[in-house]
């Protein structure tokens, strides 16, 4: 990226040291970095790094960091506001840079994280220009401009595994051991907001990183040292831009004062408390390095896809042991290689990604999808507070994200041995979790025929009796048909051909917000000649929009309005027809359920089905 010398081939350099042995003295020792001009490692990961010879002036550093900037986008930005000045005179005093013999220095863009380059002939180069794919450059010989580069893809990623890690100095104080558990959990803590896994860059690591550590010591230390410290910790503190951490390059002082040079992001008021009531003092730094194994998905996705393919993939859905995507057209070219890399870290429980194919479509509200890595296995199980759902997600309608409107349902509607009817019931999922947790009586209907037979086998392996038609009794048909047999006392779990008001559900789902409204012209086919007294009511799911003029609240319960009694022959389609079926006791309520879009929602509508609705249905205007 920064050579003009000409590639010669996809050699693979040896793999990069994160230190060289000298840095591991009081020291940084960086004359064996010798990597031309100018070094930029990880330019679009988490941390960038330059180091510049002392030979480059303040007007070629500004020319050389121009394509950084332009590269790393405007989250980065803020290199080389902080550094210009240093580069035109780079022995200047700095709070961040090191030197080394031959007067290079490095200058870390972030505060916290640095990366010592071992090799002088295998030098790791980051680029993301010229191209769809990523690729790793390595100078297989720097001083004649040849390179080596390596195009980033699902079978190589992980070969950069060290590329991928990020190492951390972090600072620590030193405290006497039993005050360590209070200050770390108990909420007058003074350091509480400074510890070093509150930190916004470490977030998302798993595990945890550990903030007690030992405090160390060479072996050839005197016994008194170990008599002192034994019974002291160090705990690992949060660390800010311009903070010393080495403690041997720290003003000789009382602790007060060398915990404020060293920690000058924490109050001074907080340092005296540290010091005063905890017999605080600086503690050696800790390097950990987080390797890509303790990362997030999307960590290391932005590392490895290319700035055109920016921001990655954030979100899936967990079907089973199939993750589900809904990748964008920027990340189509890359969707094998975020396939493997979901794969390598969310296995075991992950064993198959795909990406979805389209919208959900045709008669059983199915979709194609495309599988970019792992097993060819699309037979899952789902457990759903306690109940197991066996199903293959390319036959069967599946949504993960309505789980919480199935425990809605389950918790504030249904009551015990109530009779819940479903029209729209797909694997069975509502049904089943409402028969195991409150025992109640299930009728259901899917057109799908798989779905059924998911349903029923699901119920078997969940110990429900399906025999047994009046307790759990699932068939496939159309939905209208379905709706009007209840009415009619020829639903399939029904005993009685007789037409009666105690044979109607306590409940009936309409889940399909395509066009649920559709079907309730079907509850016409109701006995409305008796009175009823508990009206059954009706959950009916739709999409809606709003407007100016209404919530999409509003235009959901207008959209069952007309469903129930359509205005035929109107001009203009009146709106707020909620309140007349409050008039004929329907007790309609709605809630929001979830955005199926920008301005999209699915809604809830629910209602009662009372014996004034079911005559007005039924064309009879003169009771009231």
Not at 157 to 186: A, G, K, R, T, Y
């Amino acid at each position: 990226m920064f050579a003009d010398g000409s590639s010669t081939g996809k050699k693979r350099a040896r793999p990069l040291s994160c230190a060289s042995e000298s840095s591991k003295s009081k020291g940084y020792d960086l004359s064996r970095i010798v990597v031309g001009t100018m070094v930029c490692h990880q330019l679009l990961g988490m941390n960038s790094y330059v180091m510049a010879r002392s030979g480059v002036q303040a007007q070629q550093a500004r020319a050389l960091l121009q394509p950084i900037r332009a590269l790393m986008g405007p989250r980065r930005q803020s290199l080389g506001a902080g550094t210009q000045s240093c580069f035109a005179n780079p022995t200047a005093s700095h709070p961040r840079h090191f030197a080394s013999k031959n007067g290079s220095v490095l200058f870390p863009s972030t505060p916290i994280t640095f990366l010592l380059i071992q090799h002088t002939n295998n030098c790791l180069y980051s680029s993301r220009s010229g191209g769809m794919r990523s690729s790793f450059r390595y100078a297989t010989d720097s001083r004649r401009g040849q390179f080596a580069t390596v195009e980033v893809n699902e079978d190589n990623w992980q070969s950069f595994s060290h590329e991928l890690s990020e190492m951390f100095d972090l600072p620590s104080i030193s405290v006497p051991s039993e005050h360590v558990h209070w200050l770390l959990s108990n909420k007058q803590s003074p350091i509480k907001d400074f510890l070093a896994h509150r930190m916004e860059v470490l977030e998302g690591i798993h595990p945890r990183i550990k903030v007690v550590r030992d405090v160390v010591h060479t072996n050839d230390e005197s016994e008194a040292f170990d008599n002192t410290h034994q019974d002291r910790k160090r705990i690992l503190l949060a660390t800010s831009e311009g903070i010393n951490i080495q403690t041997q390059q720290l003003d000789k002082g009382d602790n007060i004062t060398r915990l404020t040079q060293m920690l000058p992001h924490i109050p001074l008021e907080t340092i005296k408390r540290l010091v005063d009531e905890f017999d605080a003092a600086p503690g050696d730094p800790e390097r950990i390095t987080i390797g890509y194994q303790n990362q997030p998905v999307t960590r290391i996705l932005t590392k490895l896809l290319p700035s055109e393919a920016q921001p990655p993939p954030s979100s899936y859905e967990q079907i089973g042991h199939v993750a589900h995507l809904n990748l964008r057209s920027v990340h189509l070219p890359y969707g094998k290689l975020i396939g493997s890399v979901m794969l390598d870290r969310l296995q075991p429980s992950i064993r198959t990604v795909v990406n979805k194919l389209g919208e959900v479509g045709g008669p059983y509200r199915t979709y194609q999808v495309d599988l970019i890595a792992g097993d060819d296995d699309y037979s899952v199980h789902v457990t759903e507070h306690g109940a197991s759902l066996y199903f293959d997600l390319t036959k069967v309608y599946w949504c993960t994200r309505l789980e919480g409107e199935r425990t809605y349902m389950i918790k504030n509607e249904f009551k015990n041995n109530q009779l819940i009817a479903d029209a729209f019931c797909g694997v069975g999922a509502l049904c089943i979790r409402a028969a195991l947790a409150k025992g109640c009586r299930v009728v259901a209907n899917d057109l799908n025929p798989d779905a059924v037979a998911y349903c029923k086998d699901s119920a078997a392996k969940n110990g429900i009796d399906v025999t047994q038609r009046e307790m759990f009794s699932v068939q496939r048909g159309d939905a209208r048909d379905f709706i009007m047999n209840l009415g009619m006392g020829v639903a399939e779990s029904s005993t009685t051909a007789e037409a009666s008001a105690s044979n109607l559900p306590h409940h009936l789902i309409l889940n399909f917000p395509l066009d649920s409204p559709s079907f309730l012209n079907a509850l016409r086919w109701w006995p409305s000649g008796e009175k009823i007294d508990t009206p059954p009511r009706v959950h009916v799911y739709t999409f809606a929009r709003g407007d100016e003029t209404q919530t999409a609240a509003e235009v959901a319960i207008d959209l069952v309005a007309d469903g129930l009694l359509p205005e035929g022959g109107y001009i203009e389609t009146s709106k707020f027809r909620g309140e007349y079926l409050d008039t004929l006791g329907c007790d309609v309520q709605a809630r929001e359920i979830r955005d199926a879009a920008p301005g999209k929602l699915v809604i809830c509508v629910s209602f009662s089905v009372t014996r004034l609705l079911l005559r007005r249905m039924q064309g009879d205007y003169g009771l009231f």
